[in-house]
């Protein structure tokens, strides 16, 4: 089993920041991908970015340039800086750990952006 804590997040008007981290421990291969997903009221949980253990990211579109991703393999934890926050950024944050077989997820964190 593989356990993903994650924080951050909160309350941020337009145009602002916010950092989520999360933190994985547990049976975690040595090849694995960590990323962030959202989910909006009534919207399909989406992508948001992802790195590999290698470092190769990936993106939404509609974050690219404002967010970036990162990883520390020797604490197996991920950070996500979101800058240039918009209202459409407003969702639960989902952090996820995907390894051969097996796809795990974090509790959520509430990131509202306020107009």
């Known amino acids: 089993q593989v356990q993903l804590v994650g924080s951050g997040g909160g309350l941020v008007q337009f145009g602002g920041s916010l950092r989520l981290s999360c933190a994985a421990s547990g049976s975690i291969f040595s090849n694995y991908t960590m990323g962030w997903y959202r989910q909006a009221p009534g919207k399909q949980r989406e992508l948001v970015a992802a790195?590999?253990?290698?470092?190769?990211?990936n993106y939404a579109d509609s974050v690219k340039g404002r967010f970036t991703i990162s990883r520390d393999n020797t604490k197996n934890t991920i950070h996500l800086e979101m800058n240039s926050l918009k209202p459409e950024d407003t969702a639960v944050y989902y952090c996820?750990?995907?390894?051969?077989?097996?796809?795990?997820w974090g509790q959520g964190t509430q990131v509202t952006v306020s107009s």
């Open positions: 790195i590999t253990n290698g470092g190769s990211t």
């Open positions: 996820t750990l995907s390894q051969p077989g097996r796809q795990y």
